[in-house]
């Protein structure tokens, strides 16, 4: 939210309106422990970027996904913190959970970047398709080590 407001150049109240509504709802969604809230306060959140997006004129945001990759880490640093578990978690666990968030970051990252680059028509030869089929063998990766692992 604070990048969209200080990098737009137009209706920057608006943009910090639809961020602090989101930033709002967080706040109320962490300590009342409501689930359920948190994706309408992380929505808001990244639709301040979408409105600072619209109102933006000129080429594609390069930041778009450095964006997307905060966003996924405050969605899931934001669950993790309103999961009902009161025992502690083992070193080994936490570093896991911090590696998984990390690589999360990262693929989102990339996969960003590579439709960013896909979309602005940069033309990037061999190491760009060489990063292209990385990232999306990574992204195929980390859904099928989250499909393992979740519980139905």
């Not at 945001?61 to 578990?85: K, Q, T, Y």
């Not at 590696?99 to 940069?122: H, K, Q, R, W, Y």
């Not at 999306?136 to 692992?149: C, D, G, P, V």
């Amino acid at each position: 939210m604070v990048y969209a407001v200080a990098a737009g150049n137009r209706l920057q109240g608006v943009v910090a309106g639809v961020g602090a509504a989101g930033c709002a709802l967080t706040a109320l969604a962490l300590p009342g422990r409501w689930p359920s809230l948190l994706p309408a306060g992380l929505a808001g959140v990244g639709g301040s970027y979408g409105v600072f997006l619209g109102l933006h004129s000129g080429a594609v945001d390069a930041a778009a996904p450095a964006v997307a990759a905060a966003l996924f880490v405050a969605a899931e640093l934001g669950f993790w913190s309103l999961e009902r578990s009161a025992a502690r978690y083992e070193r080994a666990a936490v570093a896991r959970r911090l590696l998984g968030l990390i690589g999360g970051a990262v693929a989102t990252g990339l996969v960003g970047s590579l439709v960013l680059a896909a979309a602005s028509g940069v033309s990037g030869g061999v190491g760009l398709e060489a990063a292209g089929v990385a990232a999306a063998a990574l992204t195929l990766a980390a859904i099928a080590f989250l499909a393992s692992r979740s519980s139905v």
